[in-house]
């Protein structure tokens, strides 16, 4: 949205895009406890609606408002334009939820493309490997 902020729908779909840009880059992801991953056919993965999605729920609700209030903090200008950008950049993951509980178009072909561009290098811990990266894409963000 900083790139664009006379043309709002542009910059909210460039935020979209460079959602999927950083997933095909290695980077550290937290884990899901309600998440069930399925190797041989990764379209088939489960999210359970339970206690444990809870915890991930508030898990997830915790990193989005930090990486909100973070974007706000870090990028001058219009506060509420950095904060649409950010949700823009974030909506990717909410509509991964989405397809879980419709398996439907078009959210089938968005989860497709989701997997097939998302990096294959997991990082599994907190590491410099997994948080260089982010900063230095921070700071890019910041400059441009």
Not at 16 to 31: E, G, K, M, Q, T
Not at 71 to 84: D, E, M, P, Q, V
Not at 89 to 108: G, I, N, S
Not at 138 to 144: K, P, V
């Amino acid at each position: 949205m900083k790139l664009m902020p006379y043309h709002p729908a542009i910059g909210l779909s460039l935020a979209f895009a460079s959602h999927f840009v950083l997933d095909a880059l290695p980077h550290w992801d937290y884990h899901l406890d309600s998440y069930e991953y399925n190797k041989k056919d990764p379209l088939k993965s489960v999210i359970h609606l339970n206690k444990k999605f809870l915890g991930d729920l508030a898990k997830m609700g915790l990193d989005g408002t930090f990486g909100l209030i973070l974007a706000i903090i870090l990028f001058s200008g219009n506060w509420f334009l950095i904060a649409l950008g950010a949700i823009g950049a974030m909506f990717p993951d909410f509509l991964q939820f989405v397809y879980l509980q419709t398996r439907r178009e078009p959210f089938l072909y968005l989860q497709r493309f989701h997997l097939w561009i998302h990096t294959k290098h997991e990082i599994k811990k907190i590491s410099f490997a997994g948080i260089i990266p982010q900063i230095v894409i921070i700071i890019l963000a910041g400059i441009i």
